[in-house]
């Protein structure tokens, strides 16, 4: 098993910035991209910004040149630079990581971990 633990998230008046921060813990894992998504009220959950292993990186439109994503793969752990934000960015932010798991048994590829979220409002 894989937990991630997000924290950051706040209230910010528009043109604000904040920083998300996620960090994996666990036994005998590896993480292959390591990302976050939102989901606001009423709508589906969708992707904000992923970060591969070999560090290629992957922004939805709303965010590309406010939001940028970073990791650190010796402490597994990735955060989200989030600047120039509006009111549309408030949601609740979740961390998603594909991880491989390593046991006894053998291993689990490709296995999706979520943190429980962290709220983001961005007032106006």
């Known amino acids: 098993q894989v937990q991630l633990v997000e924290s950051g998230g706040g209230l910010v008046q528009s043109g604000g910035s904040l920083r998300l921060s996620c960090a994996a813990s666990?036994?005998?894992?590896?993480?292959?991209?390591i990302g976050w998504y939102r989901q606001a009220p009423g709508k589906q959950r969708e992707l904000v910004a992923t970060?591969?292993?070999?560090?290629?990186?992957n922004y939805a439109d709303a965010v590309k040149g406010r939001f940028t994503i970073s990791s650190d793969n010796t402490k597994n752990t990735a955060d989200l630079q989030m600047n120039d934000l509006k009111p549309e960015d408030t949601a609740v932010y979740y961390c998603?990581?594909?991880?491989?798991?390593?046991?006894?048994?053998?291993?689990?590829?490709?296995?999706?971990?979520w943190g429980q979220g962290t709220q983001v409002t961005v007032s106006s």
């Open positions: 970060i591969s292993n070999r560090g290629t990186i």
């Open positions: 666990g036994s005998s894992f590896s993480i292959n991209a």
């Open positions: 998603n990581a594909d991880v491989n798991v390593y046991s006894e048994i053998g291993p689990v590829l490709g296995a999706q971990s």
